[in-house]
């Protein structure tokens, strides 16, 4: 599973983004789909996880202000962002859980930068 990201960029604080995720490769391996944020000088970060059966879950710092999302037909992901704070800031990773087997194996996108002006 290949996987690449779109839609960053310097929006100002209470703007919005959508990110993309376009994956390719053997996408029926994939168990579920994630955007993780990675701030700068921090580990990454889970920050929206959507299972196969629809099932979402969130970080509580986005709750109500982010979507994830999945179009199976372009096999692309989204994830919605409102009302963006500074604390929102950093590289936005894709992640694919891929069924390899008896195993599990962790896909990751390039990352897409997000700014947010105060």
């Known amino acids: 599973v290949q996987l690449v990201e779109s839609g960053g960029g310097l929006v100002q604080v209470g703007g919005s983004l959508r990110l993309s995720c376009a994956a390719s490769?053997?996408?029926?391996?994939?168990?579920?789909m994630a955007w993780y944020r990675q701030a700068p000088g921090k580990q990454r970060e889970l920050v929206a996880r959507?299972?196969?059966?629809?099932?979402?879950d969130y970080v509580d710092h986005v709750k109500g202000r982010f979507t994830i999302s999945r179009d199976n037909a372009k096999n692309t992901m989204y994830l919605q962002m409102n009302s963006l704070k500074p604390e929102d800031i950093g590289v936005y990773y894709c992640?694919?859980?891929?069924?390899?087997?008896?195993?599990?194996?962790?896909?990751w996108g390039q990352g897409t930068l997000v700014t947010v002006s105060s």
């Open positions: 959507l299972f196969n059966d629809g099932t979402t």
């Open positions: 490769g053997s996408i029926p391996s994939i168990s579920s």
């Open positions: 992640n694919a859980r891929e069924k390899v087997g008896m195993v599990y194996l962790e896909r």
